[in-house]
């Protein structure tokens, strides 16, 4: 079986409370190459998910002070 033959995989990981992790596993055809081709993948499946309007939600928290709550008394 030829390289450029090997099908890519993906599985879902993990999923979390602000996340659905995967992992994907695809063949390139050395090492030097194996950055630049990632980091495409990455960004195409970026721009997939806005095509799809799939946001990726990050969580967020909301600080009181405890010398804030002291004024308001």
Same mark, same amino acid.
């Given at each position: 079986?030829? =390289?450029?033959?090997?099908?890519?995989?993906?599985?879902?990981?993990?999923l979390? #409370?602000?996340?659905?992790n995967?992992?994907?596993?695809?063949?390139?055809? #050395?090492?030097?190459?194996?950055?630049?081709? *990632?980091? #495409?993948?990455?960004? *195409?499946?970026?721009?997939?998910? #806005?095509?799809? =309007?799939? =946001?990726?939600?990050?969580? &967020?928290?909301?600080?009181? &002070?405890?010398?804030?709550?002291?004024?308001?008394?």
């Amino acid at each position: 079986m030829h =390289e450029q033959d090997r099908e890519a995989n993906m599985w879902v990981t993990e999923l979390g #409370d602000f996340a659905v992790n995967l992992r994907a596993v695809f063949w390139i055809r #050395d090492r030097p190459a194996a950055w630049g081709a *990632s980091c #495409d993948i990455r960004e *195409s499946v970026k721009k997939r998910f #806005d095509k799809e =309007e799939i =946001e990726i939600p990050f969580p &967020y928290r909301i600080i009181v &002070y405890k010398k804030d709550l002291e004024h308001k008394k």
